[in-house]
């Protein structure tokens, strides 16, 4: 069982990578890097918990995305018909599979329109934990490389 020190330390993590997955400015690779470096947390405990704290962050997105037709065309409404137009239809093209990108700088918009394109959430879950999982187990990776 985890101390309590490293359990602040996983805490500190989900909520960095939760909000890294919302309309927040969070970084969480910072922390999940600075984490593993200190090498005090075990890097299956860093992976799952960065990992679930940013899949339910796209879930959050998913629920706003449903959401989100009630104010379309608002005047308040931060999206314009334009871009949401865009949006579904790049959604239409490229289908559940952009989800797969839903990891990149951008790929927080994707989790938006697959809940306004009323995705399954089964399918949902399982392509962007795919994506968000592999990304941290890259960074992961990438970070043992360089630390030699």
């Known amino acids: 069982m985890p101390g309590l020190e490293t359990l602040a330390q996983l805490g500190i993590l989900f909520l960095a990578a939760f909000g890294a997955a919302t309309i927040l400015p969070f970084q969480s690779e910072l922390v999940f890097v600075a984490l593993q470096l200190a090498g005090r947390v075990d890097l299956g405990w860093l992976l799952l918990v960065a990992s679930v704290g940013n899949v339910l962050g796209s ?9 989100i037709e009630h104010f379309r065309g608002r005047r308040w409404f931060p999206v314009s ?3 949401l137009d865009r949006a579904q239809h790049w959604y239409n093209r490229w289908g559940v599979w952009t989800l797969l990108l839903s990891w990149a700088p951008l790929g927080d918009g994707f989790t938006v329109v697959a809940g306004m394109m009323r995705t399954p959430l089964w399918l949902f879950l399982t ?15 990438a970070t043992a490389a360089a630390a030699g």
């Open 127 to 141: 392509l962007v934990t795919i994506a968000k999982t592999g990304r941290y187990a890259a960074l992961a990776w």
């Open 81 to 83: 018909e334009r871009q």
């Open 59 to 67: 879930v959050v997105n998913y629920v706003l995305g449903i959401w």
